[in-house]
C-alpha cells in the first residue's frame, strides 16, 4: 500500500520504515494544507499531526484514499463528515499523554504562582538578584477546579491532591462514581469559577464545550484566580479572557493553546490574504494583545511534548495503520 506521512521527524521516519518496510512509504516535513502541491497523489492512506488540515479540498488531492490516521487525541482538524460522505476511515490516538499533559499543566501552574519565569528571565536576561514583584503563593490547600474529568483531567486530578489541594470539578458528562476513588467533588461549573484560586482545563473540544469560558461567565471566577488551558484553544472566549486578566479579575494565565494557531502563528500573511472573517481577524489580534501581556505565559502547544509520549503515539498510529490493512480498523474517530 502507499501511504503518506506529514510533519514527521527523522527519528519518526526511520522507525515507521522499519515498521512498514513492505510498504510504499513517503514521508513529509511540513503540515498538509490547501496550498500543498505533490508529484504524486496515488496514496490510499495518509498520517497527520495537529498542523495539517483533512477537508474537501486536501482529499480531493488524493482520488485513492481510504483512510486517515492522525497522530493525535484531538480531531478537530478533520472535516470526519466529509470523510465519512467518501466512505474515508478515520482512526486518532486516544490515550497517549494523560500523565504527560497534566504534569506541564502543573509546570505552568508553578511557573504563574511561583513567578518562576519572570525569576529565571530576570537574572538570565538582567543579571539582577532583586526579589522584587516575585512573591507568590502556595498551591497547598489551594481550591483547584479541573473542568474535564476524562483521562488527562484524572491524572491532573491525582497530581493535584500530591500537592494537598482541595479539588472540585465540572464534566459536561460527569460520572459521580470517581469522586470517591480520586477525592474530588463534582460542581456547577458557575460555582467551580467562583471558588477555584486555579482552574485547569482538560476536556475535549466539542459543540458543548466551544467558548465554555465566555464572557457571560467569566465574571463568575474568583477574584485573582490564575486560568491554565492545555485542551483546545476554543474552549475559552479569547475576547473574555483579555478582558478579564486587563480587569485583574484573573491574576494571569498560562495557554497552550489557543484559538486560530495557525494564524497567529502567520498574523501578517494571514490578515492581508483577504482569505479570513473578521471574527477570525479579531481573534488572532486579540492572542497579540495575550502574548504580550506579562501575567500571561504562552507555550508553543506543547504540552504532549515528552520522549515517551511521542513514542506512544507512533505506536498507536502503526497499530491503526496494521489495523486497517487487515481490514479490522481501530480506535476509529467517533
Known amino acids: 500500500m502507499k501511504i503518506a506521512f506529514f510533519e514527521c521527524e527523522k527519528w519518526e521516519e526511520d522507525f ?3 515498521e512498514l518496510k513492505d510498504h510504499e512509504v513517503d514521508f513529509f516535513d511540513e503540515p498538509l494544507s490547501e496550498d500543498s502541491v505533490f508529484q504524486k497523489n496515488d496514496y490510499e492512506a495518509i498520517s497527520v499531526f495537529i498542523n495539517s488540515r483533512i477537508n474537501e479540498k486536501t482529499i480531493s488531492f488524493f482520488p485513492n484514499l481510504k483512510f486517515v490516521t492522525t497522530r493525535s487525541t484531538g480531531f478537530d482538524h478533520i472535516d470526519v463528515d466529509f470523510c465519512k460522505s467518501r466512505n474515508i476511515i478515520t ?22 504562582t511561583r513567578k518562576i519565569y519572570q525569576a529565571v528571565d530576570r537574572v538570565k536576561e538582567y543579571g539582577n538578584f532583586s526579589l522584587d514583584g516575585l512573591r507568590g503563593i502556595d498551591i497547598k490547600g489551594k481550591t483547584i477546579g479541573i473542568i474535564g474529568t476524562g483521562r488527562i483531567g484524572r491524572e491532573a486530578i491525582s497530581i493535584a491532591n500530591g500537592f494537598g489541594m482541595n479539588i472540585l470539578a465540572y464534566d459536561v458528562f460527569p460520572n459521580v462514581s470517581l469522586e470517591t476513588q480520586f477525592n474530588f467533588k463534582y460542581v456547577s461549573l458557575e460555582d467551580l469559577l467562583k471558588n477555584s484560586d486555579v482552574i485547569s482545563l482538560h476536556c475535549p473540544l466539542t459543540k458543548e464545550t466551544f467558548h465554555l469560558i465566555n464572557s457571560s461567565n467569566i465574571q463568575y ?8 488551558n492545555t485542551a483546545r484553544g476554543g474552549l475559552i472566549e479569547t475576547k473574555a479572557l483579555v478582558e478579564a486578566i486587563h480587569n485583574n479579575i484573573l491574576a494571569g494565565a498560562a495557554i497552550d493553546v489557543f484559538e486560530e494557531e495557525s494564524g497567529t502563528e502567520n498574523e501578517f500573511g494571514l490578515i492581508n ?20 501581556m506579562p501575567n500571561v505565559l504562552i507555550t508553543p502547544h506543547n504540552a504532549f511534548n515528552s520522549k515517551e509520549a511521542l513514542m506512544r503515539i507512533l505506536q498507536t498510529t502503526l497499530q491503526n495503520i496494521q489495523g486497517f490493512l487487515s481490514n479490522s480498523p481501530i480506535n476509529l474517530i467517533p
Open 91 to 112: 482512526s486518532y490516538v486516544p490515550g497517549y499523554g494523560d500523565n504527560t499533559v497534566a504534569e506541564f499543566a502543573f509546570g505552568l501552574i508553578l511557573n504563574l
Open 221 to 228: 471566577i474568583k477574584p485573582g484566580a490564575y486560568l491554565i
Open 273 to 292: 490574504s483577504g482569505k479570513v472573517s473578521e471574527q477570525t481577524i479579531s481573534t488572532i489580534l486579540e492572542n497579540d494583545i495575550l502574548m504580550k
Open 16 to 18: 515507521v520504515k522499519t
